[in-house]
């Protein structure tokens, strides 16, 4: 397989000025015309004249059934043709290419190109997908005007879809018909779409901040109408959102939405036309729980918001593609901030990155925000260039100011409008408007791994001094064995003893500031001194989480419940809460390992109680902060990682909780649900945090076994009026030693929600995530299931993934049956669905965290996998990129 350089990136011989499209949809092919009109790119031709390059289609998968240049039928011998290219010679500097090829969604289950997800077409052409729809110059800086005429049998596809607007509409003889669509904006193919299906849509209207009218539409299969208000809701609140904060106005005269079953990721930006993964556009109460809904918002936000961030101004490679997704990302992130609560949503945001994107940084697949080379770009669709590519562009904006960052992205929008450009051209346009220069800045881009930042104090009270001391140092990554000095924007405050912000002033200012201030790191080891500090200050560190690193501080715990309860910043209260909790459960892992009675340190239990017991504070904060630190994190911060000693110094602990804390739980919860019982179900975010609250107050509870609070499970399961409720009282019980009450539940529910497939998906993952034992044997069982297939990528997620990245007891059994199941499943999607299964090996990938069998074990099935048969290169890139 071939590797490639961002180093090698050479613009486009020619371009693409126009494209029509003719699509024949059939059931057993489909039949693509292209006509392109060329020209030689003028940045390159030579005055000289001379001889023209020959032009290299890219195309795969396709039958090539005629090709014309300028009107002239080209013969076998004028043409060279391979399995991934169409090449052949101009003859001037501008001209026209007619071809035909044959291709075949109905047999596509890679679900990229044309495929037909159930009884509909649809496509996925991100990032190389459209050169399995047509001979063509597939790369992101060769834009083009399309116009795509559809035609397909009319009862079976009445609704014809493409970027753009309709502008014509006719039906032929023997029942087909067929629609054309017009995009005014130029564009790269990764953004093309169509759809064909029997569809209905909800309709609404935005007007733009000029007074413009935009028909919105979101189609979907009729059965599902009635779980798309939520989406729409979501979507005029990200056009205004996008207007008010960023000044950016939609440009069309409509936008579409289509939900599909069969989707390899979330959704897709395509112009005008969003497809997305009917996971992500459908929710009602009754079957989408809170966290369903919130995902909907997100994800319809951030593909509306694509439209400038990606579509208006998109990437000129694929190296870029943080340009897009990164900030595309931060804005989807400030906008669910806006409309909800602003700390949680950091909180789950940083707790997220914490435990996956550190552990990919820490892997073998570690890699840049813009990545230096690639086999296959589908596996650079990552956690580092998405959540951490979005921490770097809130870390220019924490630098620069935010009145300066609106007027960088403003510069950025205008300067590069209609263009495929750089993350230099972004970083270039933030300088311009700012004045801040981010050259050693721009290094977060280059540089792989997480830095370490080791704060250190000294106190001089007769002088009234206080300094912290920064130490910086990035571990080495594959390729990248030194790393140079970063810029960390570093957020803090000091306390004083009352729990007050004290004024901050640095030796050298004439002036102190109050509350929050920012220093940069810029240098390997640095020292800053605040004066005036008549007592030795608190220092709260790295407020709002503002730089990806990992910081260390030497608190004491008593320290920790201080800020837990005292800090001016939520983000930083939860944070102190986690560390404290982080040493707790290590001295219980320790303990464990051994072989010591636990024995829990009981501050931990106490700063809880303190928590649950003031009822002023906002809900969903005290739920995140009885939330102890997941498994997958305190993998991610051990050296080696003890998986047993891990779950069960975890299960102690939530036990010993439970216990000490009963009785406020007890009346938490009740007083919630109460609440509950009596309010029908709202997506508002007061809403979530008192479900949030309730459910958590309920997980622990239940570790009682007491009956009384069975009865309230059951009764929470068996009367609430939404999923929140009783997916998570099903979750309870299922994780319960009830066995008759969870078999029974577990049927009832699959009775009920059989037809509805997202709903079982979620019946599906509750089951895969029980560290019950046996959990392997019952994900084999569930994989039998009629409502399980391994073509359906959401089904795969739900059981095959929730088993190996949430169920860390079982998958990581000491036989190492776990990993050949997941080897297994591998082999058996590479063939089906590669991008589906190069995901799945993310367990696999870090056998590093392990113990010297398990490190075995798991090479020997990465090992078994690479030698399988024929890989394809999503999958053998992770795998040999693994092994090496
Ligand atoms: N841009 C798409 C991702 C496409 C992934 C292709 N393998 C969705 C998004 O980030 O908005
Ligand atoms: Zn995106």
Redesign the pocket.
């Known amino acids: 397989p071939k590797v490639i350089h961002l180093k090698d990136y050479q613009a486009p011989d020619y371009l693409i000025d126009e494209t029509h499209l003719t699509f024949e949809l059939h059931e057993d092919h489909t039949l693509v015309h292209a006509q392109l009109v060329m020209r030689r790119n003028p940045d390159l031709s030579s005055s000289a004249g001379g001889n023209l390059p020959p032009l290299v289609l890219d195309g795969q998968q396709l039958e090539l059934l005629s090709v014309a240049l300028d009107d002239t039928a080209l013969q076998a011998g004028d043409y060279q043709l391979d399995a991934d290219h169409l090449t052949l010679q101009p003859k001037a500097e501008r001209f026209v290419i007619d071809s035909t090829v044959r291709i075949h969604p109905e047999t596509n289950t890679a679900l990229e190109g044309l495929y037909k997800s159930g009884k509909m077409f649809c496509t996925q052409c ?2 190389e997908g459209f050169r399995k729809i047509t001979y063509y110059l597939d790369r992101p800086d060769v834009m083009s005007k399309f116009t795509t005429t559809v035609s397909a049998e009319q009862h079976r596809y009445p609704v014809l879809l493409s970027n753009g607007n309709p502008i014509a509409t006719g039906s032929d003889e023997e029942g087909r018909h067929w629609a054309t669509w017009e995009d005014p904006f130029k564009k790269p193919a990764y953004l093309f779409a169509l759809v064909a299906g029997d569809l209905w849509c909800v309709e609404d209207s935005f007007t733009t901040m000029t007074e413009r009218e935009v028909a919105l539409r979101i189609y979907v299969e009729p059965e599902n109408i009635d779980q798309v208000q939520h989406a729409m809701d979501s979507l005029k609140r990200s056009m205004r959102w996008d207007e008010e904060v960023y000044g950016r106005e939609y440009d069309l005269d409509i936008f579409m939405i289509v939900a599909v079953n069969d989707f ?6 395509n112009k005008g036309l969003n497809i997305f993964n009917s996971s992500a556009v459908l929710a009602k109460a009754e079957t989408a729980t809170d966290a369903a809904h919130q995902r909907v918002e997100a994800i319809v936000a ?2 509306y918001f ?1 439209n400038w961030s990606g579509n208006r101004v998109t990437c000129r490679d694929w190296f870029q593609l943080s340009l897009k ?1 990164g900030f ?1 990302v931060l804005r989807d992130s400030q906008f669910s901030a806006d409309m909800n609560s602003p700390t949680v949503k950091r909180i789950e945001d940083v707790a997220y990155l914490r435990t996956h994107q550190f552990a990919e940084d820490a892997g073998p697949m570690a890699h840049s925000v813009r990545p230096e080379s690639f086999i296959e770009i ?1 596996n650079f ?1 990552t956690l580092t260039v998405y959540e951490k590519g979005a921490e770097v562009v809130r870390m220019i904006q924490t630098l620069v100011g935010a009145e300066n960052f609106r007027k960088g992205t403003d510069l950025y929008f205008e300067r590069h409008d209609g263009q495929a450009v750089t993350v230099d051209d972004f970083v270039k346009a933030m300088e311009d408007a700012s004045g801040v220069d981010l050259t050693q800045f721009k290094r977060w881009y280059s540089q792989a791994g997480t830095p370490r930042l080791q704060v250190s104090e000294a106190f001089d009270e007769a002088a009234g001094r206080y300094s912290l001391t920064f130490r910086q140092s990035c571990p080495p990554t594959p390729g990248q064995s030194e790393k140079l000095p970063f810029v960390i924007p570093v957020a803090l405050g000091l306390l004083g003893s009352d729990g007050a912000d004290l004024p901050l002033r640095l030796e050298g200012e004439d002036q102190a500031t109050a509350g929050t201030r920012v220093l940069a790191i810029t240098e390997a080891e640095q020292t800053f001194t605040f004066v005036d500090l008549p007592k030795k200050p608190l220092p709260s560190l790295l407020r709002g989480f503002s730089a990806p690193v990992k910081l260390d501080f030497p608190y004491s715990r008593d320290q920790l419940m201080f800020l837990m309860q005292n800090d001016t910043d939520g983000f930083n209260r939860w944070e102190a809460g986690q560390q404290l909790s982080v040493q707790v459960l290590r001295d219980l892992i320790g303990q464990r390992q051994r072989g010591e009675t636990l024995a829990m340190d009981d501050r931990l239990t106490h700063a809880l109680r303190t928590l649950l017991e003031d009822d002023s504070l906002d809900q969903a904060m005290v739920a995140e902060m009885l939330s102890l630190p997941s498994e997958a994190y305190l993998t991610e911060i051990s050296e080696v990682a003890d998986v047993d000693a891990i779950h069960q110094a975890r299960e102690h602990a939530r036990r010993a909780i439970a216990q000490a804390l009963f009785e406020p739980l007890w009346q938490r919860y009740q007083t919630n649900r109460e609440i509950s019982r009596r309010t029908p179900y709202v997506a508002q975010a007061e809403h979530f945090a008192r479900r949030a609250l309730q459910n958590i107050a309920l997980s622990y509870l239940m570790l009682s076994e007491r009956d009384a609070v069975l009865q309230a499970c059951l009764e929470q399961f068996e009367h609430c009026d939404n999923m929140t409720e009783r997916l998570n009282a099903l979750a309870v019980l299922v994780n319960s030693s009830f066995e008759a009450e969870r078999t029974k539940a577990l049927e009832t529910f699959a009775e009920h929600f059989k037809d509805h497939a997202l709903v079982m998906d979620q019946w599906f993952s509750v089951q895969a995530g029980s560290p019950l034992p046996g959990g392997l044997e019952r994900v084999r069982t569930l994989m039998e299931h009629p409502a399980f297939t391994l073509k359906n990528p959401n089904k795969v997620r739900a059981l095959i993934g929730a088993f190996a990245n949430q169920n860390l007891v079982n998958f990581h059994r000491a036989d190492g049956a776990g990993y050949r199941f997941l080897a297994e499943q591998i082999i058996t999607l590479n063939a089906l669905n590669p ?1 589906i299964a190069s995901r799945l090996l993310a367990p696999l990938t870090r056998w590093r965290k392990y113990d010297s069998a398990r490190q075995a074990l798991m090479k020997g099935e990465l090992e078994r996998i690479l030698a399988s048969g024929e890989l394809s290169s999503d999958v053998y890139e992770v795998v040999s990129k693994s092994l090496a």
């Open positions: 991100e990032a390899n990721m979330g959704a897709m930006e951030h593909e694509h997704e595309t589908s669709y991008q």
